[in-house]
T-cell receptor, first 116, second 114 residues
């Protein structure tokens, strides 16, 4: 069974600064995806970024980038130039790619507060 | 294009009552999922449906049943609600193409069982 660990329950960052959210996972699979989802106070789950394990290049989406260390099974999210709208819960998720039966396993989440 | 819709948004039940949470997607996705979210626990998978006509248990299926009515709709039923089922419930549907996999989530249902 896969596990996803987010060991920091809460973090705070000053507006315009950079923050890194940590995530580790455990798996014996070789073909998988990793995700970061954002859940703002509205409760809507929003995909922030996706990384395919076979790709060595770290994924980037505007101010969001990941540091994917496959051997260490680590998948951290870096948010640059933090904005007030980044205040949310962030969930790391893992999915072995098994076609139609693919399922996500989520970490427990981290609450990020961006201070003005 | 509404994406994934869920009804109701809020519900209060008494212990022992039953109810069905409805979910529909208009993205022609084959796979659909039901999760529950509890404080400090992240999202946990209750049931999923890889395609129309099939359903499988997830991590926490006890006390729930599901129906994949057609490709668009996937409902979750609580036959006899218990206070332990107080939670926020999310439905999701997913693309399956390699390289662009994404689960799309509905807005959630906050359920309180007293």
């Amino acid at each position: 069974a896969q596990t996803v660990t987010q060991s920091q329950p809460e973090m705070s960052v000053q507006e315009a600064e950079t923050v890194t959210l940590s995530c580790t996972y455990d798996t014996s699979e070789s073909n998988y995806y990793l995700f970061w989802y954002k859940q703002p106070p509205s409760r809507q789950m929003i995909l922030v970024i996706r990384q395919e394990a076979y790709k060595q290049q770290n994924a980037t989406e505007n101010r969001f980038s990941v540091n994917f260390q496959k051997a260490a099974k680590s998948f951290s999210l870096k948010i640059s130039d933090s904005q007030l709208g980044d205040t949310a819960m962030y969930f790391c998720a893992f999915m072995p790619y098994t076609g139609a039966n693919s399922k996500l396993t989520f970490g427990k989440g981290i609450t990020l507060s961006v201070r003005p | 294009n509404a994406g994934v819709t869920q009804t109701p948004k809020f519900q209060v039940l008494k212990t022992g009552q039953s109810m069905t949470l409805q979910c529909a997607q208009d993205m022609n996705h084959n796979s659909m999922y039901w999760y529950r979210q509890d404080p400090g626990m992240g999202l946990r998978l209750i049931y999923y449906s890889a395609s129309e006509g099939t359903t499988d248990k997830g991590e926490v299926p006890n006390g729930y049943n599901v129906s994949r009515l057609n490709k668009r709709e996937f409902s979750l039923r609580l036959e006899s609600a218990a206070p332990s089922q107080t939670s926020v419930y999310f439905c999701a549907s997913a693309t399956q193409g390699a390289g662009n996999y994404e689960q799309y989530f509905g807005p959630g249902t906050r359920l309180t069982v007293t």
